[in-house]
């Protein structure tokens, strides 16, 4: 993907619609690009994680592991969707097991350090990043609502 293609990309997600030129530009030159086979693991569960991944292409499974023992699917993401967030602006291990599922998968990884960065200089992305995670809260509580 070239520079001007990861610009594109980077603009056409809603999340990043309040950056300007200048935010665009400097998330395509700390990002970079990066191909999974179909049924490899992005990030595990527990384990130390500090990128954000944005989905480019291809479809990723999140699992988390029952008090039980088994491993369940909590979610789907596809283009456009972001996993890792927490783990990139917290420093936390990860809370889910990401998995590249049907087809190889292409995204846009991105250091911590970086988006942490962009949000300290930027209250609009800030802004926009609380709305997406509510909006993934609140769709995450209704399906365990619709489960009931």
């Keep these: 993907m070239s520079f001007a293609e990861r610009i594109g990309f980077i603009k056409e997600l809603s999340l990043f619609a ?4 200048e935010d665009f530009e400097s998330l395509a030159k700390c990002s970079r690009r990066e191909i999974y086979d179909a049924n490899t ?10 990128d954000w991944y944005i ?3 291809g ?7 029952s008090i039980l023992g088994w491993l369940g699917t909590v979610g789907v993401l596809g283009k456009g969707s972001f996993v890792g967030v927490d783990n990139a602006l917290l420093g936390k291990v990860s ?11 292409s995204v846009l990884k991105l250091k911590g350090e970086d988006i942490r960065k962009l949000l300290a200089k930027n209250p609009e992305f800030s802004l926009s990043l ?15 609502v619709d489960m009931g």
């Design 95 to 105: 809370a889910v097991t990401a998995e590249a599922i049907l087809n190889d998968l």
């Design 130 to 144: 609380i709305d997406e995670l509510s909006r993934k809260l609140n769709d995450a509580m209704k399906m365990f």
């Design 18 to 21: 309040g950056l300007g030129a």
């Design 55 to 57: 989905i480019e292409d």
């Design 41 to 50: 693991d992005i990030l595990w569960e527990g384990e130390p994680a500090e």
């Design 59 to 65: 479809f990723v499974e999140l699992s988390k592991k």
